[in-house]
């Protein structure tokens, strides 16, 4: 009906909104601000490259304080208000862990930035998280064989009581117990 006239009555194409729900104050500040500038320099060059199908890409960031409560409060304001289309952020595994059950509650992506946390993608996960980076699992079958062969199989373990050293502690004291059982031989070549 409106032809060639339909986008200058109407206006461009609806942007992409992404939640960027991040620490940008307490303590994962430093990880918060720089996840988050990375982020901004991704949408820049996304919309600088003419967007997503030609819509532009809005990022909206709110401050969790690498808290739990805030962090839900932030998401729901997110998800309700600013209606994004997907999240992507967080710093701490423990908030990772705590949004997503919202995450879940109202069919909203969200893409995990570097919370390592094994629970996420393992005991905890579901359809709506994403995470396309390694977690503490990947970390101990890939650098368990080495220390055991190069350093010792004794072991004592000092991590961060939070969610990722945790993760870390099981993964990595599983991974050693096992292969300080057995004789860690070179790889043979094929005949």
Known sequence: VFGPWD??????????????P???SGPYTTLGTYGTWGAMVAVNRI?????INGRPVEMIVEDTQGQVPMALRKVRKLIEKDEVHVLQGITSSKVCL????????????FMVGISMATDITR????R??????????IQALAMGPWLVKNIGKKW?????DYA???????????????LSLIHISEPTRPY
């Open 164 to 178: 990722w050293g945790q993760s870390e502690y099981k993964e990595f004291s599983e991974s050693i117990k096992k």
């Open 123 to 126: 005991e905890q996960a579901d």
């Open 22 to 24: 991040d620490a940008m």
């Open 98 to 109: 705590g949004i997503m059950p919202t995450c879940r509650e109202f069919k909203t992506a």
């Open 128 to 137: 709506y998280t994403f995470r396309p980076m390694n977690n503490a699992t």
């Open 47 to 51: 919309n600088k490259a003419g967007g």
């Open 156 to 160: 004592s373990f000092a991590y961060v």
């Open 7 to 20: 986008r200058s009555v109407f206006g461009k194409e609806k942007p992409i909104k992404i939640g960027h």
